[in-house]
């Protein structure tokens, strides 16, 4: 485990509580930007912080449009300290499974595109943007993805284009993370709090 994400760890748990009794910690970049490895790893530092993927709460036929189902089925519960309950999407059969249980714990990652929406940042009690360029991130993702899901990326890209005109994330982190040769290197984002971080 990289020493940056052990001081990290540290500095989430120390947070005040910022969804009731839960450390919501917004993981947010562009598609392809490494996000779900990141919090994967992140998570693994904060001795298995659950990870709730925005994939999950996405659907093809809302990309961005999904705010109301994270409020109802995720956050609102979370305030009332109660367990969760969210449907996660299947991207292969196009429809929502059975639900998912999320209960309350100290820290909960949220990532996706999108995590540092305007409606979610309330919420959160730090927000945390992956600083890779959007059309290298873009490019990964078509690399990772393959052929198969190129129509897919061909209408996401300006999908995602729209939504961070209209509703940018970046501007308001608290951190910017940033892979380096081993592991990763976190900064103080725009809006960052360095009081008290350890990197």
């Not at 562009?30 to 994939?55: I, M, N, Q, R, Y």
């Not at 300290?81 to 059969?93: F, H, K, N, S, V």
């Not at 993805?145 to 209408?155: I, L, P």
């Amino acid at each position: 485990m990289s020493r940056p994400l052990n001081g990290l760890a540290r500095t989430l748990r120390r947070l005040p509580p910022s969804c009731g009794p839960v450390r919501l910690v917004g993981v947010d970049g562009h598609a392809g930007s490494g996000k779900s490895t990141f919090a994967a790893e992140l998570a693994a530092a904060l001795g298995g912080a659950p990870v709730l993927h925005l994939d999950d709460i996405a659907s093809h036929a809302e990309l961005f449009d999904w705010t109301g189902r994270l409020l109802a089925q995720v956050i609102e519960p979370l305030r009332e300290g109660t367990t969760a309950r969210y449907a996660p999407y299947d991207w292969r059969a196009r429809r929502f499974g059975p639900p998912r249980p999320l209960p309350p714990a100290p820290v909960i990652l949220v990532e996706g595109v999108g995590a540092g929406r305007r409606a979610l940042r309330p919420h959160l009690a730090r927000l945390l943007w992956m600083e890779v360029p959007s059309e290298e991130s873009w490019a990964r993702g078509r690399s990772r993805d393959g052929e198969e899901q190129r129509e897919f990326w061909d209408g996401w890209v300006p999908a995602e284009r729209r939504h961070f005109a209209d509703d940018p994330s970046r501007p308001f982190a608290d951190l910017l993370v940033r892979q380096v040769t081993e592991g990763y290197e976190v900064l103080t984002g725009p809006v960052g709090r360095p009081e008290g971080t350890i990197w």
